[in-house]
């Protein structure tokens, strides 16, 4: 059982973890395990739940026991492939499916034991059952793991929403660009700018047709939809730049751009953009691990400036992002990824991925 309550202090400088404490088992008779570090509160011990205010009230979650702390069940409820080496899996979040919006991730980690964290874009969210939409393209070792595993299955922690949800307004006409697996964080940006009144022209790109995901969704959500494959085999055969430097030129010419998928591709898209003055924002797929700004895994160059896309993204203006520098981080684990992988794929066992 969890209470999440408020306690009203005078002096947040002398205001210790102790006293919290104490402070709770008067007011609530329960055990405090976290409470929320706002401004000069020192020694505190986790989440924070609300922002700080001037009214000195701090929020705090209160559970009975540390077991419910440690063992919160982020079950698989449901699970399937949607295209070659591309799969779905509806995971049991309550509190994510109630909070996040449109551009936010997860950061999950399978095991406790040998896992890695990886972020993963909500794709949907259903508040009264729970549960989050998670789509991801088995590449790697962690997220080959994760498509083997069926549903039933429990993941060892789901950390979100993270990272600052898009600026949704009626901008007019906008273009998303939505490149392979970046069609899943796409969709919702899409349908809440189709909500806000906006014209939405979706352009659809894959390498090829058995990769190509989320086609009726966008042909619901879009007044416009254009589809490419690098191979032709289905669609147009293009890469999404060609058709955007069409939108580009068409009288009037749209009034925003969103582009999500692999690193070339923004960089290109912004490319085409940025000569004819069209905002475009662009998601950044960046190396994280802990979703907070503290281990610097994320960070690129924005405007001559570095910024973290977990905390400062994962939106940003496409125009001012270093994507050269971005690409060469991408690679900094590159050996040691496919290391993993390899082993996983080859042994199916955690022997060697300690050292």
């Known amino acids: 059982m969890r209470l999440h309550s408020s306690l009203r202090i005078s002096d947040t400088d002398c205001f210790s973890s102790s006293n919290l404490r104490y402070q709770a088992a008067k007011t609530h008779k329960k055990t405090l395990i976290h409470a929320i570090k706002y401004t000069n ?189 690098d191979d032709g085999s289905y669609g147009r055969k293009a890469l999404v730049t060609e058709p955007l430097n069409e939108l580009c030129q068409r009288n009037p010419k749209p009034d925003q751009v969103f582009a999500i998928g692999p690193a070339i591709m923004m960089k290109f898209c912004c490319d085409v953009t940025k000569k004819i003055d069209i905002p475009t924002v662009v998601s950044l797929n960046t190396i994280m691990v802990d979703g907070t700004g503290m281990c610097g895994g994320c960070r690129i160059e924005y405007d001559g400036q570095p910024k973290f896309v977990c905390v400062d993204g994962p939106e940003f203006d496409g125009h001012k992002v270093n994507f050269d520098l971005m690409m060469k981080r991408l690679d900094a684990y590159k050996n040691q990824e496919q290391k993993a992988h390899e082993l996983y794929e080859k042994e199916k066992c955690k022997i060697g991925l300690d050292k």
């Open 41 to 229: 509160l020192p020694d505190a011990l986790g989440y924070a739940l609300t922002t700080w205010s001037p009214l000195d009230i701090i929020d705090v979650l209160f559970v009975t026991n540390l077991k419910e702390l440690t063992q919160v069940p982020h079950k698989i409820v449901s699970k399937s492939q949607l295209a070659e080496n591309i799969f779905t899996a509806d995971i049991e979040a309550p509190l994510i499916a109630r909070e996040r919006k449109p551009g936010q991730f997860i950061i999950l980690i399978i095991s406790n034991e040998y896992g890695e964290r990886i972020p993963l874009t909500i794709a949907g969210a259903d508040p009264q059952k729970g549960t989050i939409r998670l789509i991801w393209q088995r590449v790697g070792k962690t997220t080959t793991e994760l498509a083997d595993m069926k549903p039933g299955d429990q993941l060892a922690g789901v950390a979100g929403p993270l990272g600052k949800p898009t600026h949704i307004e009626n901008f007019g006409t906008v273009v998303c660009v939505a490149g392979g697996i970046g069609s899943a964080p796409m969709l919702p940006i899409a349908t809440a700018l189709k909500t806000a009144g906006n014209k939405i022209i979706t352009i659809l790109g894959a390498r090829t047709k058995k990769l190509l995901v989320l086609e009726d969704d966008f042909a619901n959500t879009s007044d416009e939809l254009i589809i490419t494959t």
